[in-house]
């Protein structure tokens, strides 16, 4: 079993990909900080999948960190998807998100080098387009300045992927851009689990219908969209695991010193207030939510042309909306 290096292995998307990478056949090796992740997924992993991970403890910006890993296994290739995600407490804190987020691909790349890895998928997103000039957003979609030092960390490793790669390095690397993730495994052990108030739409939908927070707030009715509130692609979380173990395979049938780029997406945009009334219907709970002001920096719309991964590496989304909001409320329940 080829074993793969997952950086940040233990969180919502890495806990995902590492089951799918098994059931394709290679041996997942976690590591992660846990500070933002939970050690019990660990054993969430095992009921799912039968076998106990191999997980270490520590931090992608320690190099010797790393070096005890590949002294203890032969990686064949990393998903780096170890970094900080919180658009405000960016704003707050861009210093300690630039450190994190760009120092640990930094520090990844240097290793890769000197160990001879060849394989890498970066963790990238679609923040990267910004609010977009034309829809659906494809990879050749000009990048516009990012709305938060979140947002700026991705493109800034994406340049720093590229001008890698133009040093020939001996590396093959691919940049997901992902659009939002949303679900959970269909088995209810792991899911999306935020510390402390939800930065993102669903998990804070759920927690509303479990009766933790009193009520969600739609930040707008009045866009230019179908009812106003605005529009994203959301990605069932077990579809964009799925495809991180089709690019690997993708990856080593290519040259050395190769980069690209793909979006991950369902090529779909739905509304805030189609979400709600999806969930709504799946649950048969009725959400307490309010209209609120527009928010400051929302984009107001986007989603994905997945033409490209769809033809270059035969992935294609098979959950629905429903399917994800299903999912998202029995993990919820399972927590409660």
């Known amino acids: 079993m080829k074993k793969i290096l997952i950086t940040g292995g233990a969180g919502y998307i890495g806990s995902h990909t590492a089951v799918e990478l098994l059931n394709a056949g290679m041996e997942p090796i976690i590591l992660d900080d846990l500070s933002n992740s939970d050690a019990k997924v660990l054993d969430r992993l095992e009921e799912i999948t039968g076998k106990r991970f191999t997980f270490y403890k520590g931090d992608c910006n320690d190099k010797s960190t790393l070096e005890a890993i590949a002294k203890d296994h032969k990686i064949e290739g990393v998903i780096h ?3 900080f995600k919180a658009v405000g407490e960016s704003t707050a804190q861009p210093l300690k998100y630039y450190r994190n987020n760009v120092g640990s691909l930094i520090v ?5 080098q000197e160990q001879g890895l060849k394989d ?3 963790s ?5 387009y910004g609010q977009p000039e034309v829809l659906p957003v494809t990879e050749s979609t000009p990048r ?5 030092p979140y947002g700026n960390t991705k493109k800034i490793c994406e340049d720093i992927l590229v001008d890698f790669i133009k040093s ?4 093959r690397v691919v940049a997901l851009r992902y659009f939002n993730p949303v679900g959970a495994h269909p088995s209810a052990k792991i899911g999306e689990l935020p510390l402390g108030i939800p930065a993102n739409l669903v998990p804070y939908i759920t927690q509303v219908a479990a009766g933790i927070r009193e009520r969600l707030t739609v930040f707008g009715d009045d866009y230019d969209t179908p009812d106003g509130s605005c529009v994203r692609d959301y990605i069932h979380v077990v579809d964009l695991a799925d495809a991180h173990v089709k690019t690997l395979s993708f990856l080593q049938k290519q040259e050395m010193d190769f980069y690209d780029v793909f979006n991950v997406g369902t090529g779909n945009g739905n509304t805030v207030l189609e979400v709600i009334h999806s969930f709504e219907k799946v649950s048969g709970v009725k ?3 309010q209209i609120g002001p527009r928010r400051p920096g929302d984009v107001v719309k986007t989603w994905a042309d997945t033409t490209k991964i769809n033809q270059v590496l035969g992935w294609h989304a098979k959950y629905s909306l429903e399917d994800s909001m299903r999912d998202s409320w029995n993990w919820q329940k399972g927590l409660v």
């Not at 990844?108 to 890769?112: A, C, Q």
């Not at 516009?144 to 938060?148: G, I, R, Y």
């Not at 020939?168 to 590396?171: A, I, R």
């Open 81 to 83: 998807f170890a970094a």
């Open 108 to 112: 990844l790349l240097e290793f890769m």
């Open 120 to 122: 890498l998928v970066f």
């Open 124 to 128: 990238s997103s679609c923040t990267v």
């Open 144 to 148: 516009q300045d990012a709305e938060s």
């Open 168 to 171: 020939k390095p001996g590396l």
């Open 287 to 289: 959400l307490n939510y």
